[in-house]
């Protein structure tokens, strides 16, 4: 086993333990949490390591990134996930590799996003990003839609050919009300998606909760957990 094999499976194996002990928490069973692992700005040979260590989910946030990477991964088996505020120049590049794409905030990208997975012959998987440091009609600081849009944006989504509406997504908001209450917020979240349920009873994803903060998710009902630093070590600065 080289020594970055080694190391990615002890890291692995601790957020594993952390995720089944925040499941033995709340009494839920560990399969109802799946693992998405970040892997901005590693290279594809740690994704490869991934991969062979069981990982089989994996999320990006730069297409410029991304692209290139999942192209050399194309043997794997890896569901792609994109979760980065998406341009709508770099759609047609998103839907050539990603499965789900976790940050749809606006009509436009819905469009886009349709336009695209119907020309590559593709049904890709849709989480409306929701910003809960955004007043009820603004756009969060990090991106996303306020809460007072996911209904209008929801149906959008669930109209839209080639696309499919799978839940929704958020990251802990570092202003606003929620500032420094992770828990609280993810529990907003919770609110949220039992409302859109109603409406899209499929759209049972939840996608919340990251290296510092995932046992806050795991308590309040995420059932996809984002974990990036825990899993690949402190990130390179980007130069």
């Given at each position: 086993?080289?020594?970055?094999?080694?190391?990615?499976?002890?890291?692995?194996?601790k957020?594993?333990?952390?995720?089944?002990?925040?499941?033995?928490?709340?009494?839920?069973?560990?399969?109802?949490?799946?693992?998405i692992?970040?892997?901005?700005?590693?290279?594809?040979?740690?994704?490869?390591?991934?991969?062979?260590?069981?990982?089989?989910?994996?999320?990006?946030n730069?297409?410029?990134?991304?692209?290139?990477?999942?192209?050399?991964?194309?043997?794997?088996?890896?569901?792609?996930?994109?979760?980065?505020?998406?341009?709508?120049?770099?759609?047609?590049?998103?839907?050539?590799?990603?499965?789900?794409?976790?940050?749809?905030?606006?009509?436009?990208?819905?469009?886009?996003?349709?336009?695209?997975?119907?020309?590559?012959?593709?049904?890709?998987?849709?989480?409306?990003?929701?910003?809960?440091?955004?007043?009820?009609?603004a756009?969060?600081e990090?991106?996303?839609?306020?809460?007072?849009?996911?209904?209008?944006?929801?149906?959008?989504?669930?109209?839209?050919?080639?696309?499919?509406?799978?839940?929704?997504?958020?990251?802990?908001?570092?202003?606003?009300?929620?500032?420094?209450?992770?828990?609280?917020?993810?529990?907003?979240?919770?609110d949220l998606?039992?409302?859109?349920?109603?409406?899209?009873?499929?759209?049972?994803?939840?996608?919340?909760?990251?290296?510092?903060?995932?046992?806050?998710?795991?308590?309040?009902?995420?059932?996809?957990?984002?974990?990036?630093?825990?899993?690949?070590?402190?990130?390179?600065?980007?130069?």
């Open positions: 086993m080289t020594d970055r094999k080694t190391e990615l499976a002890a890291n692995l194996a957020v594993e333990e952390r995720i089944t002990a925040a499941c033995v928490a709340a009494g839920r069973k560990r399969e109802e949490v799946t693992l692992v970040v892997t901005k700005t590693y290279p594809a040979s740690d994704v490869r390591i991934l991969s062979e260590l069981g990982v089989r989910h994996v999320a990006e730069r297409d410029q990134d991304a692209a290139p990477k999942a192209t050399a991964c194309s043997d794997l088996p890896l569901k792609w996930h994109f979760v980065g505020q998406l341009q709508t120049n770099k759609v047609r590049s998103v839907v050539g590799y990603a499965d789900v794409v976790q940050s749809v905030d606006r009509a436009r990208l819905v469009t886009a996003l349709s336009k695209e997975a119907v020309r590559a012959g593709r049904e890709i998987g849709c989480l409306i990003q929701v910003a809960l440091d955004a007043g009820e009609s756009r969060g990090r991106g996303g839609v306020a809460p007072g849009g996911i209904e209008e944006l929801a149906d959008r989504v669930g109209q839209a050919p080639g696309l499919r509406l799978d839940g929704l997504m958020t990251v802990a908001p570092l202003t606003g009300e929620y500032a420094g209450r992770e828990r609280a917020a993810f529990d907003r979240l919770m998606s039992t409302d859109l349920r109603r409406a899209h009873p499929a759209a049972t994803m939840v996608s919340a909760g990251m290296s510092a903060d995932l046992e806050q998710a795991v308590a309040a009902g995420a059932t996809h957990v984002r974990v990036g630093t825990a899993v690949l070590g402190v990130r390179p600065r980007l130069g």
